[in-house]
């Protein structure tokens, strides 16, 4: 059973990739990588990869992980000038008997691989971080919401009365258009970042997945979150499931999401059910915020799959040779089920 799914909006064009690769005969693990490339280098994204937002002190630094069928992984955090932390992941599963390197000593590593440096910090993300700094608590960023578009960065004012008014992007001029219309009651979407995970299954039957993100926007300098830790954004265990967690990091890491979804389906329970428990885990986080977001995703090894998220608002992209031989799919997730939004070739 071919199946690969890829999370949020801006993991259509990657899942894509994903599935098409795996449709190729490329392994599941090929796959996965291939596709988190693709959005590293997508300058439209800006929460992964070159293009992302920096932290408060104006540097892009980047998180990854990678792991495959026989639980074989590899991570790396706060990475600096180097685009595809997806591959130099794979390397530190591939070359190493460690599985996350962090900072100059990934850097070291990925310098002594072969990989080159980039300049991560383009004009656009460094014009929203001038902004931002001028009035860290009246200007922030957020995704858009489904209703308003593709899911990027906007930035937003926020006045004194609470209300958000959209900047645009590149003329740095706030929008005269009114406080943002259409949000449905409970929505939510992360306020300041998002990465992408991915999951495959191949022709074999072999499952991987990857994560790989630039982080929480104008993070505290050092600060990692969930995508690069093994069991809390990314868990791969072939003989039962692979799971992604995506959204606020801190929650992911406190619960060990991933890692909790394929215990439970070890255990016998169904991928919805497990997710819904993980989403319930969550809601007793005593740090959760009515602004924060959990999106979770699976693929059991037998090839059902299943996604739920803490609010409305989480999207994810799916293929299945199952669905109209491989079509890729935009569905809309939410705490009770998986509903498709759209079609696209």
């Not at 801006?10 to 005969?25: E, K």
């Not at 902004?131 to 930035?155: C, I, M, N, T």
């Amino acid at each position: 059973m071919l199946i690969s799914l890829s999370t949020w909006k801006h993991g259509f064009h990657p899942n894509r990739i994903t599935y098409d690769a795996i449709a190729n005969s490329r392994s599941a693990l090929d796959a996965v990588e291939l596709g988190a490339r693709y959005c590293e280098a997508d300058l439209t994204c800006m929460s992964v990869g070159r293009g992302g937002l920096p932290d408060a002190a104006g540097e892009v630094t980047l998180d990854a992980s990678i792991m495959d069928h026989d639980g074989n992984c590899g991570g790396v955090a706060f990475v600096r000038q180097y685009e595809h932390v997806i591959s130099v992941a794979r390397r530190v599963m591939e070359k190493t008997p460690h599985v996350l390197l962090v900072g100059d000593g990934a850097e070291r590593f990925a310098a002594n691989e072969g990989f080159t440096k980039t300049e991560l910090l383009t004009e656009k993300a460094r014009a929203l971080w001038q902004e931002w700094s001028k009035q860290p608590d009246k200007l922030h960023v957020r995704l858009r919401r489904a209703e308003e578009g593709e899911h990027e960065y906007v930035f937003v004012k926020v006045d004194e009365e609470g209300k958000e008014r959209e900047m645009d992007r590149d003329s740095q001029e706030l929008k005269s258009a009114a406080p943002f219309p259409g949000r449905a009651r409970g929505a939510v979407d992360p306020a300041t970042h998002d990465t992408i995970g991915i999951l495959a299954m191949d022709a074999e039957g072999r499952l991987a997945g990857a994560c790989t993100t630039s982080g929480l926007a104008f993070k505290i300098p050092g600060r990692v979150g969930d995508s690069p830790i093994i069991g809390a954004g990314l868990y791969v265990d072939g003989e039962i499931a692979a799971a992604v967690a995506t959204g606020n990091g801190e929650l992911m890491m406190r619960a060990c999401s991933a890692f909790h979804i394929v215990e439970m389906i070890r255990h016998g329970m169904e991928p919805g059910e497990a997710c819904e428990r993980a989403i319930a885990r969550i809601l007793k986080d005593k740090h959760l915020k009515d602004d924060m977001q959990a999106g979770l995703m699976v693929i059991r090894s037998d090839g059902a799959w299943a996604a739920r998220s803490l609010r409305p608002g989480f999207q994810l992209a799916a293929a299945s040779e199952a669905v109209e031989g491989g079509k890729n799919m935009l569905y809309n997730i939410t705490a009770e089920s998986a509903s498709t939004v759209i079609q696209q070739l």
